[in-house]
């Protein structure tokens, strides 16, 4: 497989995959500005931003948060390199570069969501949207994941799936470290209605609440919470599903053994942590250095493919 | 003007027999929602192109649902008189540059080759994979009565189109699978296969396997023909590769992939002679490899088609195609030329302008319809340019009479109307010479035009060929 293919292989799932995680953030925000607080309604559009890493962006073109301008910079703006469009936009892009590498189908998805995000961007919207971009964006992504099982199992498919999975484990670090102060034991003791929904936007956001229901029983607890998102491998979303699944792709790839075992050894301590840690060890330890050396690892990965395979 | 459906009585001609009695039991409402049906299709899946003065913009090219169908017995003498073209073709080339045969026996003039841009002179000497210059050849056919096609000109260089050919057909079986139960069509969809064994069966010298390896060369998705450079590399299962992951190392050619640097045996190329090779043709060329001519010169890898056999599709050459099959294979030409006067003579150039408004007068490089006058279609103002741009630059132009092409069914806003065909079979030359049955129609879709290239307003069909 051509080094230029395998990376916008890469490439194209990734940008895939951000398009999901943006466009559940916003509907993170979008719900949470229904609930009434004291003051009015809550407002999350800052965190949603922060954890969307659109806020210094956002700031530069605008200066107050509102939904409105939320919701036009995460999704349609081109200013935006991590936009849904512009995801779209790349995603379809690289697919052009290589749709050898592609089945019809999966070229079909990726082009068809590209034409009709254009549609959607040219035209007037309302507020009462937003969930329907959520939708539609999942969907896209879905029939995208879907088409890629159509692959022939050769190093490109699992180039596509390192792509997702290390772009999914990104996102959800980042989204907990965002939100990681609420899952401090500390939290537990504030107790109240703003905290449950604190949990319930981080719940929402990975798409897992009802799952968390099904996986847990009895209370809710910030534990539980923590170790639904870091340690728990049912959980589609964990940090340690995303590892485990990036080593399992790692180790598919026919090509080069040497350089997936060196890729390999950088690894090796994080999924040595997901495999062996407790919950409370990582709070112990500090649940946002553990998060944070989590991101720092991936980057880390990140670039060693890159270095190691399409270089 | 020869209607390829109705006989001059009136009647249905027996092979339009099926289709005709398909479109009657078509609503209007049908059609539309076929037509819709083919546009979505051909959108989805990317088969666009983009037109020379508005190159952001992707378009497709319209597809008219009705077939053009040709009987066996008139393929066969299509098939026939193509195939003897291609081998023709590709002698003259090897001729031109090696001994020169031709040249003594005074049948081409050698000042017409040499003097060509196109005659690339580091070819001198050197001689393809057998003798191959040009193993894809579109030859451009049109046909003014029962028995008269004409060969409108060759495409020595990479023809483009085929996957027109292919998609048009797989949309119609797709929308339409009875019409095939119906009328024995004879497949194309094997196409690529055969183009493949025709690149393998073509690996230079120094290739030690028995499965050569070919990749098909693309300038890149801003090309207006990439669609087809994926659609062919695809079907083919070769790597469709860009000049950045291909090097030169020790006089070979080496692609980068995830597992290292792969030797290439064969390029499929869809890159002009001109940015080939920065270090032997235009140095400021981006999308060529830098030392491939060595490599190829060396016999470390194929060229297909070959630098330099651009020549042999130049309208000036064209002329003397009927000379070289008599020449080279001792055969009477089975497809005619249409009569052509060069400009460059005096006396040619004289009866060009007396009679201009009765020709078609065309640029020597022009291609695309563009740099064209159709005499019978032109205002008198336009005459005129042309008349004077003829007069300073004779060399430039050749010129044919306007030809009567033939017409052939086609919806125009729902309705059944006559518009007027040509026809690009594609000949594949290599251990085989062969000729797959079907070629892209192109139609005029503008009333009484007679320009068919889809940069101005023409359209496809999908090309029948019926089993005996």
Known sequence: MLSRTAENLYWISRYMERAETMARLLDVGYRMSLFPNPKGYHNEWDSVLSAAGAAQGYFTKYNEINQENVEDYIFFDEENPSSVYSCISKARNNALLVRTAFTPEAWVAINKSYKEILELKNKKFTRADLPNFTEWTIQQVNMFRGSANSLLRNDGYHFIFLGTFIERADNSARLLDVKYFVLLPTADYIGGNLDNLQWIILLRSLSSFRAFRWAYDGDVTSTKIAHFFILNNDCSRSLSFCINNIVYHLNCLKCSPDKISDIYSGLKSVHNSVKDETVESIIEYGLHEYVTNFVSKISFLDNQIQNHFFR | ?468
Request: charged content about 25%; glycine content about 6%.
């Open chain 2, 1 to 468: 003007m020869f209607d390829e459906m109705y006989s001059d009585d009136a009647q249905i001609r027996k092979h339009y027999l099926q289709v005709n009695s398909w479109l009657r039991t078509m609503s209007s409402t049908v059609i539309s929602q076929k037509n819709f049906e083919a546009e979505s299709h051909f959108k989805r899946i990317g088969i666009t192109f983009s037109v020379k003065d508005d190159d952001m913009t992707e378009r497709i090219i319209p597809f008219d649902l009705i077939p053009r169908i040709l009987t066996n017995n008139e393929w066969v003498k299509i098939e026939k008189g193509v195939l003897q073209r291609a081998k023709a073709l590709n002698s003259f080339l090897h001729d031109i540059y090696n001994s020169g045969e031709i040249f003594k026996a005074g049948i081409v003039p050698k000042e017409i080759v040499y003097k060509k841009s196109s005659y690339d002179q580091s070819m001198i000497n050197f001689s393809p994979p057998r003798k191959i210059y040009s193993p894809i050849i579109g030859v451009d056919l049109v046909r003014t009565g029962k028995d008269e096609f004409y060969v409108l000109e060759d495409n020595c260089r990479t023809p483009s189109g085929v996957s027109y050919m292919l998609e048009n057909r797989e949309i119609m079986m797709k929308m339409f699978p009875d019409l095939f139960h119906t009328n024995r069509v004879l497949r194309v969809d094997d196409y690529p296969t055969r183009l493949l064994q025709t690149l393998m069966s073509l690996a230079p010298k120094k290739c030690d396997s028995s499965i050569p390896t070919v990749v098909l060369l693309t300038p890149g998705h801003l090309n207006s023909a990439y669609y087809e450079h994926t659609f062919l590399s695809d079907q083919m299962g070769i790597e469709m590769v860009e000049s950045q992951d291909l090097f030169v190392e020790n006089d070979l050619l080496y692609m980068k992939t995830v597992d290292g640097p792969k030797k290439i045996d064969v390029v499929y190329r869809r890159i002009d002679d001109e940015f080939l090779d920065p270090l032997c043709y235009n140095p400021d060329s981006v999308i060529g490899v830098p030392g491939i001519t060595q490599v190829y010169k060396t016999g470390g890898v194929n060229i297909c088609s070959a630098p330099g056999a651009g020549i042999a599709d130049d309208k000036a050459i064209y002329i003397f195609v009927p000379e070289m099959i008599k020449f080279y294979l001792g055969e009477t030409p089975i497809l005619d030329n249409v009569e052509t006067w060069r400009c460059e003579r005096d006396d040619e150039l004289t009866y060009v302008l007396e009679n201009i408004e009765k020709l078609v007068v065309k640029e020597v490089d022009g291609s695309g319809g563009y740099g064209m006058l159709i005499g019978p279609k032109s205002t008198k103002d336009q005459i005129s340019e042309f008349s004077t741009k003829l007069k300073s630059n004779p060399r430039g132009y050749i010129a044919q009479p306007t030809l009567d092409l033939s017409s052939s069914p086609t919806l125009i806003d729902n309705e059944v109307s006559g518009r007027r065909v040509d026809l690009r079979p594609f000949c594949l030359v290599g251990e085989k010479v062969q000729l797959c049955p079907g070629g892209l129609t192109r139609v005029a879709l503008n009333k009484g035009s007679y320009v068919v290239n889809s940069s101005q307003g023409g359209g496809v069909k999908d090309t029948w060929v019926l089993a005996d």
